[in-house]
């Protein structure tokens, strides 16, 4: 099927920066929409950014501005790059993808979830 391995989470101090990957592996056909959720303690997962296959994006506006989106098509591989970054950017960072990937002689629709990333904030 498809798995979604993502890097690039650390801690870092306000105003700093950090870049996260997401690299879809598997018996991928196609890859639709990419996206990066966030789920901060104690709150609801919340869409982040999000970049379709032909390279449109639409970013929460909490982060305009600040994070920038973008994919490799060739490596199946979506990043985020993080500038200006706040203490309540603090969060588990998730990757999102929707693909359809060949089973056998048929292509099934898959839409998952990478394991997440830890993003620290501190002021």
């Known amino acids: 099927q498809v798995q979604l391995v993502e890097s690039g989470g650390g801690s870092v101090q306000a105003g700093g920066s950090l870049r996260l990957s997401c690299a879809a592996s598997g018996s991928i056909f196609s890859i639709n929409a990419m996206g990066w959720y966030r789920q901060a303690r104690g709150k609801q997962r919340e869409l982040v950014a999000e970049?379709?296959?032909?390279?449109?994006?639409n970013y929460a506006d909490n982060v305009k501005g600040r994070f920038t989106i973008s994919r490799d098509n060739a490596k199946n591989t979506v990043y985020l790059q993080m500038n200006s970054l706040k203490p309540e950017d603090t969060a588990v960072y998730y990757c999102n993808a929707e693909t359809t990937y060949y089973s056998g002689k048929t292509y099934s629709d898959w839409n998952g979830w990478g394991q997440g990333t830890q993003v620290t904030v501190s002021s």
């Open positions: 970049i379709t296959s032909g390279g449109s994006t």
